[in-house]
């Protein structure tokens, strides 16, 4: 065989569905999806001086750098298994973490300028900027859920459909921040 002669084997004419898509192979949506993730991971993966910080402790930026969370210790909270601060631009929102009963999953909900207290559901509706189960990634790429305080904190969060609440929020736009942060979060330092 020469240098340029390559066989690609096609099945014969009427023989295999994949001449129709010129012979590939059916399209796997996800596993390109997956890929990315993979690689931006590892351009990203935090040093090993934060592997002993707990989560509670923890801070993270978004793959743009437009958005700063930072985890705080809850206290004595019954409902809230994990708080924290997510920054964008100029604009504080305060976060929270409530394990739901019936499916086990971290529920964070970001909030700006919420009444303290005792509130109605409208009002807490009305300051709600995102609601969301919040996914780990370790160092393998296994993803998981965000553990409670008390535990090593994950290298990476993926705070799934951020960015699209957040477009939609009244805290994007003419007074509030005009960059979206990633969905993807990755550790960047442990408060002390």
Request: hydrophobic residues 45%.
């Amino acid at each position: 065989m020469g240098v340029n002669s390559y066989a690609i084997a096609l099945p014969p004419c009427g023989g295999d569905v994949r001449q129709d898509r010129g012979g590939q192979r059916k399209a796997r949506p996800f596993a390109h999806l997956a890929f990315l993730l993979r690689a931006a991971l590892a351009a990203l993966l935090p040093s090993p001086a934060f592997a002993a910080c707990p989560v509670e402790l923890a801070t993270y930026r978004d793959i743009d750098g437009v958005a700063e969370l930072e985890f705080r210790p809850t206290g004595q909270s019954a409902a809230v298994t994990n708080s924290f601060r997510l920054i964008v631009g100029e604009t504080v929102m305060d976060g929270m973490v409530m394990w739901s009963a019936e499916v086990a999953r971290p529920n964070g909900i970001v909030g700006r300028d919420c009444p303290v207290g005792d509130a109605t559901g409208e009002e807490l509706e009305a300051c709600t900027l995102w609601q969301g189960v919040i996914y780990t990634v370790d160092k393998q790429g296994a993803v998981g859920l965000l553990p409670a305080e008390g535990t090593p904190a994950p290298p990476t969060l993926i705070l799934s459909d951020l960015a699209h609440a957040l477009r939609l929020s009244p805290a994007f736009g003419e007074n509030g921040f005009d960059r979206l942060p990633q969905d993807v979060f990755t550790m960047s330092g442990c408060q002390e």
